[in-house]
Nanobody
Framework: QVQLVESGGGLVQAGGSLRLSCAAS????????MGWYRQAPGKQRELIAD???????NYADSVRGRFTISRDNAKNTVYLQMNSLKPEDTAVYYC???????????????WGRGTLVTVSS
């Protein structure tokens, strides 16, 4: 069984920074894409950044230039460095992993439980 556990959320003032981490646990052989989504109150969950196993990154326009995604394949961990935070970045941030290979099985998609980021004005 694979689990994703996020950490690093919290309260920060506008203009500040936070770093989120997400570690995948279990007997993992490989993970294709790892990413971060967020869901603000009353809005749909949206992709904000993802990264392939080879390091190719993809960002939503709303965070490009402010957020940086990275991963440590040896630790099955993905990070999200968030700078110049704005009140509109307030949301629950979810970690996601696609095509997670474990012995005898590949999970198409795994989600973390989320971590709350609140940006005050």
């Amino acid at each position: 069984q694979v689990q994703l556990v996020e950490s690093g959320g919290g309260l920060v003032q506008a203009g500040g920074s936070l770093r989120l981490s997400c570690a995948a646990s279990g007997t993992i052989l490989s993970i294709n894409v790892m990413g971060w989504y967020r869901q603000a109150p009353g809005k749909q969950r949206e992709l904000i950044a993802d990264i392939s196993g080879g390091g190719t990154t993809n960002y939503a326009d709303s965070v490009r230039g402010r957020f940086t995604i990275s991963r440590d394949n040896a630790k099955n961990t993905v990070y999200l460095q968030m700078n110049s935070l704005k009140p509109e970045d307030t949301a629950v941030y979810y970690c996601n992993a696609k095509a997670v290979r474990i012995p005898l099985y590949t999970a198409s998609e795994v989600w973390g439980r989320g971590t709350l980021v609140t940006v005050s004005s």
